[in-house]
């Protein structure tokens, strides 16, 4: 598989993964402009195994905020945090495709880890470059890199 494959393969199981119908990687773009359904909080809290308050730290938004938006799952969220909802969504497939199975992939996101400077790879997803180095890490894994 081309590099641009996995990637359009990983940013559509990540959209499938929260719900998101799309068939292409443009459709994601789009989804993420108007803003996800509220509704994708709970999708995603649930494959992670996260409370509110955690996702509330990684997407930067008070806690009462999620919980005004969770009562109507039908609403949209803001771009900025449908981006960032799909951010982890896009890292847990990652972290399945590189661990072998999801059960694997939640522990190892939730677990601090050495090749990260012992942080826990959740805790580095609320920028940008914490997410590159949590990428980083999974690569080195899948690709069997061990330094």
């Given amino acids: 598989m081309a590099y641009n494959d996995e990637v359009a ?3 559509l199981n990540a959209a499938h993964a929260l719900g998101i119908e799309a068939e292409r990687e443009s459709d ?30 990684i997407l ?12 109507k799952p039908d609403a949209r969220l ?3 945090e449908s981006d960032r ?18 059960g694997r992939a939640k522990v190892w996101l939730h677990s601090a880890n050495v090749s990260l ?7 580095m997803l609320d920028t ?10 999974l690569g080195r894994i899948a690709y069997g890199i061990f330094a």
């Fill in 9 to 11: 393969s990983d940013v």
């Fill in 28 to 57: 994601v773009i789009n989804h993420i402009r108007q803003g996800f359904p509220a509704r994708t909080l709970e999708a995603l809290e649930a494959r992670l195994g996260l409370s509110q308050a955690d996702v509330a730290g």
């Fill in 60 to 71: 930067h938004v008070p806690e009462r905020t999620l919980t005004r938006r969770r009562s």
């Fill in 78 to 80: 803001p771009v900025d």
């Fill in 85 to 102: 909802v799909f951010r982890l969504a896009r890292i847990l497939n990652l972290a399945i495709d590189a661990l072998g199975d999801e």
């Fill in 117 to 123: 400077g012992g942080a826990i790879p959740l805790r």
């Fill in 128 to 137: 940008e470059p914490g997410v590159r180095s949590v990428e980083d890490a």
